[in-house]
T-cell receptor
Framework: GEDVEQSLFLSVREGDSSVINCTYT??????LYWYKQEPGAGLQLLTY?????DMKQDQRLTVLLNKKDKHLSLRIADTQTGDSAIYFCAERNNNAGNMLTFGGGTRLMVKP | DSGVTQTPKHLITATGQRVTLRCSPR?????VYWYQQSLDQGLQFLIQYYNGEERAKGNILERFSAQQFPDLHSELNLSSLELGDSALYFC???????????????FGPGTRLTVL
């Protein structure tokens, strides 16, 4: 079955790097995504990575994928107070349609 | 702004009632997805429609149903509402059926349903 796990909470100081981790169990996952949810708002797509890639960088965001360990991480460089939000990782398995399976979300708090 | 719109933003109703949530996908997107976000279950996929036809089904209760109209907007109907149906309901859209990378899902702002 599919299961996506994330730690619940992360606190960092402004200017530091944040690393949010995610593990998944479905080895058939083809694409993995990171979404951001600010209070009272919807889900904003941040970035995604193919399952055959190891790393993807997009400005302050770096995604690392360890397919052997089924581990995904999102690094946010120079974290700002505006980055405070809940971050969700999600996997998509083409063998199961296009549904996304989400982790429980990691609440990132950035202290000034 | 993702381009996906949902109405209403908030909905308060009583147990046993029926409500309809509406979603308009991004221009050009043919697929619409519905997700439920609740405190105890997290974010769960409910159902997907592609160009008017049901494409995939997730953990959707029999009391819930959806449809996609010729203009591609979608409605999620929730009936015989229970307290546990209180949640944030998201709609997402993508270009096609979801197999290609370009079928990334973009989410609307959600409808917060409160059942009293």
């Amino acid at each position: 079955g599919e299961d996506v796990e994330q730690s619940l909470f992360l606190s960092v100081r402004e200017g530091d790097s944040s690393v949010i981790n995610c593990t998944y169990t479905d080895s058939s996952s083809t694409y993995l995504y990171w979404y951001k949810q600010e209070p009272g708002a919807g889900l904003q797509l941040l970035t995604y990575i193919f399952s055959n890639m190891d790393m993807k960088q997009d400005q302050r965001l770096t995604v690392l994928l360890n397919k052997k360990d089924k581990h995904l991480s999102l690094r946010i460089a120079d974290t700002q107070t505006g980055d405070s939000a809940i971050y969700f990782c999600a996997e998509r398995n083409n063998n199961a349609g296009n549904m996304l399976t989400f982790g429980g979300g990691t609440r990132l708090m950035v202290k000034p | 702004d993702s381009g996906v719109t949902q109405t209403p933003k908030h909905l308060i109703t009583a147990t046993g009632q029926r409500v309809t949530l509406r979603c308009s996908p991004r221009s050009g997107d043919l697929s619409v997805y519905w997700y439920q976000q609740s405190l105890d279950q997290g974010l769960q996929f409910l159902i997907q429609y592609y160009n008017g036809e049901e494409r995939a089904k997730g953990n959707i209760l029999e009391r819930f149903s959806a449809q996609q109209f010729p203009d591609l907007h979608s409605e999620l109907n929730l009936s015989s509402l229970e307290l546990g149906d209180s949640a944030l309901y998201f709609c997402a859209s993508s270009v096609a059926t979801g197999v290609r990378l370009s079928d990334t899902q973009y989410f609307g702002p959600g409808t917060r349903l409160t059942v009293l």
